[in-house]
């Protein structure tokens, strides 16, 4: 009788390990030669770039690998040894099936696993996306050169249809997916494109699930809209300190007027110096309005001097900060800059009512904030 249980009972577990097989990729290659090495990749929660974890050879045109189960959902790679590109793919634990196009790696088909099938209705819209707008482009040339105003007004109607059409297809997909590392893709690509308002955003983010905001890239997500909320249209500007060219320290709570811009620039941005003649007539044309402007420059390290220099050669008669640190100025990591120039709009109570406006844009928002529009 023991020996009729422990037979039964391996062959449960037999048949379990058949079943289950866990995260495993196998494709079919047959362009590739025999021989030619397949890496897998996977985004490095600590460097957020692509370390190779795994490799195998094709043989027959085919190649598989049988791979540890991932924790959680990642975004991976497969490269092609002699190969330009990689095909994009998520880690789950699958059996993932892959049929390789060696002269065109995007194109390749990806079957097998829930988050796969959704990558791939996403990386097919954004390719019907950029195939329609790149087409309507050269149309839109062609009748801005043949002087067709009512073509180009025309096209230029259609683009926004497009645009607009996408934002709600990665808002639908993020809304129907709470539980797919897909959309906590989406929600980065809504971030770097400025798709919805941050706070739109953050509450789409804030209905994933558990599990999806505790990946990597949910991590950092996360913390990047906590910071990019805060300095939100309609959120309070965040306070700062920081030393002036003649070495004292000055807070932007000190300098606040009706209307306060808080302008991000340094003396090597071309655009900066550019801008700023458009800054000088506006403050000029509103100073006694109750107009105040703080400059933060992100001058490098040690040249100080041109710092100085900037401001006298462009003539900025406002308030000037700097902590000479580049892009690792605290007050620019605290209100989030990547680029500049950069321009925050505060009204009287210091809350930010507009952002990253220039020239004609910015002096009519100053206007109407000043009753003077």
């Not at 391996?10 to 590739?32: L, N, P, R, W």
């Not at 789950?92 to 060696?102: A, C, S, V």
């Not at 059409?165 to 808002?171: H, I, L, R, S, Y």
């Not at 807070?251 to 991000?264: E, R, S």
Request: proline letters at 3%; charged letters at 30%.
């Amino acid at each position: 009788m023991r020996k009729i249980i422990m037979m039964l009972a391996v062959a449960a577990a037999f048949t379990s390990c058949q079943e289950d097989k866990g995260y495993t990729i196998s494709g079919e290659a047959s362009k590739m030669e025999d021989g030619k090495m397949v890496y897998v990749s996977e985004i490095d929660e600590k460097t957020n770039r692509p370390n190779r974890v795994d490799s195998t050879a094709i043989k027959d045109g085919h190649f598989e690998l049988d791979l540890q189960d991932p924790e959680t959902s990642n975004l991976s790679f497969l490269e092609f040894e002699g190969t330009q590109g990689n095909v994009i793919f998520i880690s789950e634990n699958e059996e993932i099936k892959f049929k390789i196009y060696k002269d065109s790696l995007r194109a390749s088909e990806i079957t097998g696993g829930k988050e796969n099938k959704i990558l791939q209705e996403y990386l097919g819209h954004l390719k019907q996306v950029n195939e329609k707008v790149m087409k309507g482009r050269t149309a839109m040339r062609t009748a801005f050169q043949q002087k067709d105003s009512t073509k180009l007004t025309s096209l230029q109607e259609t683009e926004k249809e497009i645009i607009d059409n996408d934002k709600v297809f990665k808002k639908k997909i993020v809304q129907e997916n709470p539980d797919s590392f897909v959309s906590i893709m989406v929600i980065s690509d809504m971030l770097r494109m400025k798709s919805y308002p941050v706070n739109e955003i953050k509450e789409m983010y804030d209905g994933l699930s558990e599990e999806v905001k505790n990946t990597a890239i949910g991590k950092q997500i996360g913390e990047n809209l906590e910071k990019e909320n805060k300095v939100a249209v309609g959120s309070k500007a965040p306070n700062f300190t920081a030393p002036t060219p003649e070495g004292d320290e000055l807070a932007l709570k000190d300098v606040m007027g009706k209307v306060t811009v808080i302008d991000f620039w340094a003396a090597w941005c071309k655009p900066c110096r550019v801008e700023n003649p458009n800054l000088v007539k506006t403050y000029n044309k509103y100073k006694d309005d109750g107009l105040s402007i703080i400059g933060v420059s992100l001058d490098r390290p040690g040249q100080k001097d041109r710092w100085i220099k900037a401001i006298k050669d462009d003539g900025l008669p406002w308030h000037q900060v700097s902590n000479l640190e580049f892009w690792q100025d605290p007050v620019a990591q605290l209100y989030g800059i990547k680029a500049i120039p950069a321009a925050f709009v505060l009204d009287e109570e210091g809350t930010i009512v507009a952002r990253d406006l220039r020239g004609a844009d910015l002096d009519k928002k100053i206007g109407e904030l000043l009753n003077k529009g």
